[in-house]
């Protein structure tokens, strides 16, 4: 039964209140019709305050008077207040637990039972103590060291922190000749333990070299050189050139010192840079190592695409109208805050690098085009034009934000350079896609014929695309089409180029084995044909799901010969994107305030 002393109850009337199971009434549950709206439900005391009230989970009642939810609400407040001194208490003895005798308590808490207390320990008491010192001291050296706050998140710094407390208060921390000497030489040595199987893998997919240049915060001219497979990139080395004479030669020697030291039996291509020099270089070695094919960097070949397009005269005036409304919009304060609050988008500004981001930048003008107008026309965005000194510069943003010419203009460059950027993204990427490469440039070479361009502004574009795919194309893309499992069903077989590409890389792969050649030729006729594991429903649905690679792991085990191509080919990066990666982290080290350290300490 309800307790008498709350006066909760005396809102409801108790309809049914049983004590055992009846069948069709639980035990102990009791149901209540309420006074005022003469709705029943089942419950206590949190239920008809919820009732009265209304929560979340319950409707209010439509006809309690006013006074009765002032008065439950003041019941309410007293006991949150009641609760809160309870709360209060139990803090306190928590950290004193003096041990007092039952007479002199001040009695249970109401509801629970009651508790001895026993008086903390001195030890506790300082190790309370040391763990907020502790605690200061390590957000002292975030604040004083200039350390970014995730660092506290770090695995490395928990790791440290664990391996600190094991060694006890007598623990002193290394020196920095320790640190920049033994402890980084350990280090080097447990690093190249954990590559170990990386290595091992590279022996099975191959992997792909990559070169490229950089000038760090000393001036010095330094040469990377890297070692990327399906499975991440492996860091070789890092050349400080400075004094040299960055010849044909001296590039062929330092990259042929490289692929020594992995092994050329585990390399397949190498990249490096279109410079003179580099491609003298590639000429050299492609007499030392006939087995490896050497490629310009894909992502590097598609940026200058864009700049050749970006060149035409149409296409320059609307990059160069485009950047002038992006220059004027975000270098004037009043004008960007007039812009944001019609946008939830913001502007783009090109890179200096890279030339692909003028058409980003102008995709995203694209894209904020009802924003950009409607701040044109704005009262405020006009009211501060006025007062401006420099009207001249700003007269030709509103005729070009206005001018629908430009945006069809606009339209046009989108539509034609969207698949070349997102080409540029794939092969960017870290994913080993050299087999998606010639059914890309096919792709945008056949949406360049079926756009609605003028018949001279698409056939020069089209011109520029055949160009740089004669300069980027190897070998490898040819064959990495033909094993691609995404498009077996395609006919390369009448594509002589395609098909010529494929007969190389198996000779390149199974090198000086005639045999093993002519047995990878005749399971290519079997893997068209969909024989074997190929005809496995799983393996058709996985050809769109899994890596290219891997997916000849899982499925390419009774075609031997032509599985090893097949891996060593798609199991290769399209460009150079792991060395301007490796620059970031070269400069994490060696920043303005590390600038002593030399080239072979950060390598």
Not at 209 to 237: E, H, K
Not at 322 to 348: C, D, M, P, W, Y
Not at 543 to 572: C, N, T
């Amino acid at each position: 039964m309800p307790k008498a002393k709350c006066t909760d109850w005396k809102h409801v009337n108790v309809v049914a209140d049983t004590g055992t199971d009846t069948g069709d009434q639980k035990a102990g549950v009791t149901r209540m019709q309420c006074i005022y709206c003469d709705k029943s439900f089942a419950g206590g005391v949190s239920r008809i305050r919820a009732h009265l009230l209304g929560t979340s989970a319950m409707i209010k009642c439509s006809k309690v008077p006013p006074e009765v939810i002032d008065s439950i609400t003041k019941e309410n407040e007293k006991r949150a207040e009641v609760n809160l001194l309870w709360t209060a208490k139990r803090a306190i003895d928590k950290v004193t637990k003096v041990t007092m005798p039952a007479h002199v308590s001040d009695g249970p808490q109401p509801g629970s039972s009651q508790q001895s207390l026993t008086q903390v320990t001195i030890q506790h008491s300082f190790n309370a103590t040391s763990k907020q010192l502790a605690d200061a001291a390590v957000a002292r050296l975030f604040y004083g060291c200039g350390i970014p706050f995730a660092v506290v998140e770090a695995q490395y710094f928990k790791d440290a922190l664990i391996a600190v407390t094991k060694c006890g208060a007598g623990y002193k921390p290394p020196s920095r000749v320790a640190i920049s000497t033994t402890l980084l030489d350990n280090e080097v040595c447990s690093t190249e333990a954990k590559l170990s199987e990386f290595k091992t893998q590279v022996s099975v997919t191959g992997g792909t070299l990559v070169s490229d240049g950089w000038t760090n915060v000393q001036s010095r001219p330094i040469i990377n050189c890297l070692l990327v497979s399906g499975d991440g990139a492996m860091f070789l080395d890092a050349i400080d050139t400075s004094g040299e004479t960055k010849d044909a030669n001296f590039i062929a020697n330092e990259l042929e010192r490289n692929i020594n030291a992995v092994g050329a039996e585990n390399v397949v291509q190498v990249i490096t840079d279109s410079a003179s020099n580099c491609l003298g270089a590639r000429s050299i070695l492609e007499q030392r190592f006939k087995h490896i094919v050497f490629s310009p960097c894909a992502a590097h070949c598609l940026d200058l695409l864009l700049e050749d397009i970006g060149k035409l005269p149409w296409a320059s005036s609307v990059i160069a109208r485009g950047r002038a409304v992006v220059k004027f919009i975000t270098n004037h304060h009043k004008s960007l805050a007039v812009f944001r609050q019609h946008s939830s988008l913001e502007l783009l500004k090109p890179g200096e690098t890279r030339f692909a981001s003028q058409f980003i930048m102008l995709q995203r003008l694209h894209d904020c085009k009802d924003a950009m107008q409607e701040t044109i026309v704005d009262r405020e965005y006009k009211k501060w034009l006025s007062s401006l000194k420099t009207m001249a510069v700003a007269k030709p943003v509103t005729d070009t934000v206005l001018d629908q010419s430009f945006w069809e203009s606009v339209e046009d460059m989108i539509t034609c350079c969207e698949p070349i950027i997102s080409m540029l993204r794939l092969a960017d990427g870290n994913v080993p896609c050299v087999g998606k490469m010639y059914w890309k440039i096919y792709q945008i070479d056949v949406g360049l014929q079926n756009s609605s361009l003028e018949m001279t502004r698409k056939n020069q574009m089209r011109t520029f695309l055949n160009n740089r795919w004669k300069m980027l194309h190897t070998d490898l893309h040819s064959a990495g089409f033909v094993l691609d499992p995404e498009y077996r069903q395609f006919l390369q077989h009448e594509n002589a180029e395609v098909v010529s590409g494929f007969h190389q890389m198996v000779e390149r792969v199974h090198a000086n084995d005639v045999s093993a050649q002519v047995r990878a030729i005749q399971q290519h006729a079997s893997y068209r044909a969909g024989h074997g594991l190929f005809a496995r429903p799983v393996a058709m649905a996985a050809a769109k799901e899994m890596a290219p690679y891997r997916w000849w792991m899982a499925f390419g085990a009774h075609v031997p010969d032509l599985q090893r191509v097949a891996i060593r080919v798609l199991s290769q990066v399209p460009s150079a994107a792991a060395c301007e990666r490796n620059w970031s982290t070269f400069d994490f080290f060696h920043t303005k305030k590390r600038n002593r350290l030399k080239c072979k300490k950060v390598s």
